[in-house]
C-alpha cells in the first residue's frame, strides 16, 4: 500500500457514479489535429501488440534517437520517428486541480469537477480511447483505479495548498505522449498561465482546459463586511463589498479570465467554462459540445 493513500470522501463518489451515467450519452470528440486522421473508433478496433510498427510522426528534441527512421531521412531529408501501438492508440489523460479552492464549503465545484471528469472519461470509452485520471496537489498523482471506470476511482481529495505548475514539476506525472489531455480546474490561482499550459501540453496531441466556476464566483451577491479567508494561504482579510468593490472584482476576474484564453490560444489549447451548479442540474454539457469535445450520440 502507498504511503500517501487516503480514502476519498464517499459523499464524493456519488458524483463519479452520476457522471459516469451521464457519460454513456456522449462520445469524446477526435480533436481535429489527431496525427494520421486516426480517430478514437478507427484506432480501438485494431488488433496486436503494442510493440508493432504503426507510422512515423515529425521528429521532436527529446525523441530517442533509436527510434529515428534514417532510410526515411535518406529519402527526404527530414528526421521521422518511428510510432508504435502503445503511442498511437488514442488515449486520455483527465486531470482534476485537488487545490482548496476547489472545495469551498457551500461550494459545488467540488462534485461537479468528479462529475465532469467522469463523464469524460466515459465518453471516451464510447470511443475506443483508453484513459487515466490524475490529481494535481503536492504533486502530481495517478489516481487509485483511474485507468477504470470512473464509479470506482478513489484516493481523490481537495486539500492542496499550491499552484499548479508546482504540482507538476514536484512530481512529474507519465502521462501519455501524443494523447488528448483534459485539465479541470476553477483557475482561480496565481503564476502565469502561460508557463502552466506550457508543461502541460507539453508532448501532447491536443489539450482542453475546462475552467469549473460556482455561480457565486461569476455572481458575487454578498454585501457589506465580509471577512474573506484564503483557501490556499489561510490569510484572513476584512473587506467592505458595496457596488464600487463589485466592479473591482469583476475587471480583475475579467482580466484573469483574458490572461488563461491568451494562454490557451498560445499553446493551442481549448478552453472553456462551465458552472458546476448548472451542471450537476441537468449534465447538459452545452459549453463543451459547442467547443466540440463531446458529441451527443
Not at 48 to 58: A, K, P, T, V, W
Amino acid at each position: 500500500m502507498r504511503g500517501h493513500q487516503k480514502c476519498m470522501n464517499e459523499t464524493y463518489r456519488q458524483y463519479l457514479i452520476d457522471g459516469e451515467r451521464a457519460g454513456v450519452q456522449y462520445a469524446l470528440t477526435a480533436p481535429r489535429n489527431v496525427p494520421f486522421g486516426i480517430t478514437g473508433s478507427q484506432m480501438g478496433k485494431r488488433s496486436g501488440s503494442s510493440l508493432e510498427f504503426i507510422d512515423h510522426r515529425e521528429y521532436q528534441p527529446g525523441d530517442d534517437l533509436r527510434r529515428i527512421d534514417w532510410s526515411g531521412f535518406a529519402r527526404s531529408d527530414k528526421l521521422t520517428v518511428k510510432l508504435y501501438r502503445d503511442e498511437v492508440s488514442p488515449h486520455l489523460d483527465v486531470v482534476i486541480d485537488g487545490s482548496c479552492s476547489m472545495a469551498l464549503e457551500d461550494s459545488p465545484k467540488a462534485q461537479a469537477t468528479l462529475g465532469l471528469a467522469a463523464v469524460l472519461a466515459t465518453a471516451a470509452s464510447n470511443v475506443g480511447y483508453s484513459h487515466n485520471a490524475w490529481v494535481a496537489g503536492d504533486g502530481c498523482r495517478q489516481v487509485d483505479n483511474g485507468t477504470d471506470r470512473p464509479s470506482i476511482w478513489d484516493e481523490i481529495d481537495f486539500a492542496y495548498h499550491g499552484d499548479l505548475l508546482t504540482s507538476f514539476v514536484k512530481l512529474p506525472p507519465s502521462w501519455r505522449p501524443f494523447g488528448l489531455r483534459v485539465l479541470i480546474s476553477d483557475l482561480l490561482l496565481p503564476g502565469d498561465p502561460l508557463t502552466v499550459l506550457a508543461q502541460f501540453a507539453e508532448r501532447a496531441t491536443a489539450v482542453v482546459v475546462v475552467q469549473i466556476l460556482a455561480e457565486a464566483d461569476v455572481n458575487p451577491t454578498e454585501r457589506g463586511n465580509i471577512r474573506l479567508i484564503d483557501s490556499e494561504t489561510e490569510a484572513v482579510r476584512e473587506i467592505f463589498l458595496d457596488p464600487a468593490a463589485e466592479k473591482r472584482y469583476r475587471d480583475a476576474f475579467a482580466r484573469h479570465q483574458e490572461s488563461w484564453h491568451l494562454a490557451a490560444k498560445q499553446t493551442g489549447a481549448i478552453m472553456t467554462t462551465v458552472i458546476a451548479e448548472e451542471i450537476l442540474s441537468d449534465w447538459r454539457l452545452e459549453a463543451l459540445v459547442a467547443a466540440e469535445v463531446l458529441t451527443i450520440t
